[in-house]
């Protein structure tokens, strides 16, 4: 499961968003922290559905083109949800269901990038 969501699903969210956000670059430099991540992947597989939004928008609100860095973040996230998989951390489901909804908040925030994006 792990190299499946390595090899085939992280990289087609990816070059799915690049495809949206193509020139949106960090401008102060951030880069993805280890801790959002966790975050991330805790709200993807908890109990409140509004918690990964929440999340997202906070990050987002720190200031500078976030975009990018929070779309590293959920790839991250995708990767620490593999891992607690394998580990035993979480079941198959939670993975399933961890994986749809960071692929669901990637859409949202591609949506909100391009049309905020300058033209």
């Given at each position: 499961?792990?190299?499946l ?11 799915a968003?690049?495809g ?6 960090d401008d102060v430099?951030?880069t993805?922290n280890?801790a959002d ?18 999340q ?20 991250a ?14 079941t198959?489901?939670?993975?399933t269901?961890g994986?749809?909804?960071?692929q ?16």
């Amino acid at each position: 499961m792990g190299r499946l969501i390595e090899s085939e699903i992280i990289p087609r969210l990816m070059l799915a968003q690049q495809g949206r956000s193509s020139g949106m670059v960090d401008d102060v430099g951030r880069t993805v922290n280890a801790a959002d991540a966790s975050v991330l992947a805790r709200h993807a597989i908890g109990s409140d559905p509004q918690a990964l939004d929440d999340q997202i928008r906070l990050m987002l609100a720190r200031g500078g083109s976030q975009g990018p860095v929070v779309v590293e973040s959920l790839a991250a996230a995708a990767r620490l949800l593999s891992n607690m998989h394998r580990e035993g951390l979480c079941t198959s489901s939670d993975l399933t269901m961890g994986l749809r909804c960071l692929q669901a908040a990637l859409c949202c925030i591609g949506a909100d990038l391009e049309r905020l994006s300058p033209s």
